[in-house]
């Protein structure tokens, strides 16, 4: 759900498998419009640094239960885990490191949502390891 008084760009989250050096490069550049006084108004970034790393985080339970929860709007573990047919249990551990990644986060009634209006995932067909096509 949207968060108020965000704009698109920060409504929005993109991920990536990237090397950390075009990580480092994109975070200097957009703390140099900071220190400018310029608001960068560019989306969050979410990187990996291998394909396995994210789809160990992503997996497509998470990614079900982040279209779910993003669809039906902020509501309790129990609640979302009853919607998606799964043990609460199954769901909570999701949550847990879905919320380390601020894929999703609780509100001020402790109810879980997606604060994203948009993810994006970049999936580049070269290996960032080895330079070599996948």
């Known amino acids: 759900m949207p968060m108020s008084g965000k704009s698109r760009a920060e409504s929005e989250l993109q991920i990536a498998v990237e090397q950390p050096e075009i990580a480092w490069h994109r975070i200097r550049e957009a703390a140099r419009k900071i220190d400018a006084g310029i608001d960068p108004d560019e989306p969050s970034h979410l990187g990996f640094a291998t394909m396995d790393q994210l789809l160990g985080v992503l997996t497509p339970n998470r990614w079900k239960l982040i279209q779910t929860l993003h669809k039906a709007?902020?509501?309790?573990?129990?609640?979302?885990?009853?919607?998606?047919?799964?043990?609460y249990r199954g769901v909570h551990a999701d949550?847990?490191?879905l919320?380390?990644?601020?894929l999703?986060?609780?509100?001020?009634?402790?109810r879980v949502f997606v604060p994203w209006d948009k993810?994006?995932?970049e999936i580049s067909a070269v290996s960032s390891e080895t330079g070599e096509a996948a």
């Open 104 to 110: 999703v986060t609780r509100n001020a009634a402790k």
């Open 95 to 97: 949550i847990v490191k």
């Open 99 to 102: 919320m380390e990644y601020d």
């Open 73 to 87: 709007g902020p509501m309790s573990i129990r609640a979302l885990a009853k919607l998606l047919e799964r043990d």
């Open 119 to 121: 993810i994006t995932a």
